[in-house]
Nanobody
Framework: QVQVVESGGGLVQAGGSLRLSCTAS????????TDWYRQPPGKQREWVAG???SGVSSVTGRFTVSRDNAKSAVNLEIDNLKPEDTGIYYC?????????????????WGQGTQVTVSS
């Protein structure tokens, strides 16, 4: 079984920065793509930024996705935080898991981490 767990959320003042981590665990798997989504209070989940499995980093406006191979993690750094960045941030990972010589695709979500930005 492959799992991803988000961490790093918290209460931050507007204008600050925050780094979230998405850590993958399991056996015999590879990740093709990792995306970060968020769900603001009372709103639908929305895509924030992402990166292919072979990537090193990706920048989308104030959002930077980077890889930490030592920790099997994909990080999301948010700069110049705004109150509208408040929400639950989720990691989504898609890839392949090798089970007895056969590769099976997976598409999994973490449980989310809360980010609250105060004005």
């Amino acid at each position: 079984q492959v799992q991803v767990v988000e961490s790093g959320g918290g209460l931050v003042q507007a204008g600050g920065s925050l780094r979230l981590s998405c850590t993958a665990s399991g056996t015999s798997f590879s990740i093709d793509h990792t995306d970060w989504y968020r769900q603001p209070p009372g709103k639908q989940r929305e895509w924030v930024a992402g990166m292919p499995g072979s990537g090193v980093s990706s920048v989308t406006g104030r959002f930077t996705v980077s890889r930490d191979n030592a920790k099997s993690a994909v990080n999301l750094e948010i700069d110049n935080l705004k109150p509208e960045d408040t929400g639950i941030y989720y990691c989504n990972a898609r890839g392949l898991r090798n089970i007895r010589g056969t590769r099976y695709p997976f598409d999994i979500w973490g449980q989310g981490t809360q980010v609250t930005v105060s004005s």
